[in-house]
């Protein structure tokens, strides 16, 4: 009896504390709110809405779409998606005009940086927050942040298995200097490759990074997707700027291409961020929930071979950007793309 009693009381006052917290008003509030009936109010207000515009660089945005819209019927999501660039481009002009379209952003570091400094991000909490590691979060105040890495594109080793075999193939940064391989070595001429030249200088130095001009290194002016293209094909045997889930997607169709980590990998990450005039602010808090939910999360591993932030693999992951500004970061990034064209010829 005295357990029953207990109970209940206990389940009283849980009940009355949800009650006595007052009911979020404005996006800021709904962004800060934690109470318990949080995901209910969330999908209430996102039926009310009808709609999430959701602005992205994901290639794989409207597969994902379609299954948020299966989780939460009523609620659509119009998607715009392009490069970071210009998405950069178009939400900082409409910004400018007073025109707020976008409800989330999901792209790359450097563009949430920017919309960051340009104070059009609203800062919120998220029942998932606590599986993130701190790294991968750009925190703010009172526990929220201002976004969180839900998905990871893995830099790194690629070569093909028809020219090169798994045991004779670099293990290491050392091992691209040795004399075997030159001429065999490919590189994107893109942030892809500059990225890799960062984590090349973080761990080994400038002066090993120069070394590598001995090894005929030859420039492709194109993203990491395409050059795994080319690698499949056989092209060239080895490349240090591949994405790890490029491999993998391309290995379930048969592809003769393999994938290592070196001594550190880059996490291109994509991060989700609530602009702070998000005119459907519930749907939008609802979407970045289920981007960084445990079920989002093996949506993006499982079917589109994304890293997650929230688990460890046997590998050492940098994140380039972390603790930069965009001015500091643009400053490091210049000075590793003027060391790739140094290096490798076109």
């Not at 917290?21 to 209910?40: C, F, N, S």
């Not at 120069?210 to 056989?234: P, R, V």
């Not at 001594?263 to 749907?283: E, F, K, Q």
Request: proline letters at 5%; hydrophobic letters at 40%; a positive charge.
């Amino acid at each position: 009896m005295r357990i029953l009693i207990f109970a209940t009381v206990q389940i009283f006052l849980l009940a009355s504390l949800a009650l006595a917290q007052p009911k979020p008003r404005t996006v800021a509030e709904l962004a800060a709110y934690q109470g318990t009936d949080r995901e209910e109010i969330l999908k209430a207000g996102a039926q009310k809405e009808g709609k999430v515009v959701w602005y992205t660089t994901l290639t794989a945005y409207k597969e994902i779409a379609n299954i948020f819209e299966s989780k939460y019927p009523g609620v659509t999501v119009e998607a715009y998606r392009s490069n970071s660039t210009d998405l950069l481009k178009r939400f900082l002009s409409e910004a400018q005009a007073q025109r707020y379209v976008a409800d989330v952003i999901e792209t790359t570091p450097p563009t949430l940086m920017a919309s960051g400094e340009a104070k059009l991000l609203q800062p919120y909490h998220s029942p998932h927050l606590k599986d993130y590691p701190e790294e991968s979060k750009e925190e703010a105040d009172g526990g929220k942040v201002f976004w969180t890495t839900d998905r990871e594109s893995i830099i790194g080793l690629g070569f093909n298995e028809k020219l090169i075999s798994a045991g004779d193939a670099p293990k290491s940064f050392d091992d691209l200097l040795k004399p075997e391989y030159k001429g065999k070595f490919a590189v994107s001429g893109d942030a892809t490759g500059a990225r890799m030249i960062g984590a090349m200088i973080k761990v080994k130095g400038e002066e090993f990074v120069k070394k590598l001009a001995t090894q005929n290194i030859k420039m492709h002016m194109i993203s990491g997707g395409a050059l795994q293209e080319l690698l499949s094909a056989g092209e060239f045997p080895m490349s240090f700027s591949i994405f790890r889930n490029h491999v993998l997607v391309a290995q379930a169709k048969g592809a003769p291409t393999q994938w290592r980590a070196l001594d550190l990998t880059v996490a291109n990450a994509g991060g989700s961020a609530l602009p702070a005039h998000a005119n459907r602010p519930h749907a939008a808090l609802l979407f970045i929930d289920f981007m960084l939910s445990p079920d989002g999360q093996e949506i993006l591993e499982e079917k589109f071979r994304y890293a997650s932030s929230t688990k460890k693999y046997p590998f050492k992951r940098w994140y380039p950007e972390k603790g930069l500004t965009v001015a500091q970061f643009e400053k490091q990034f210049n000075k590793w793309q003027k060391l790739l064209r140094q290096i490798a010829r076109r």
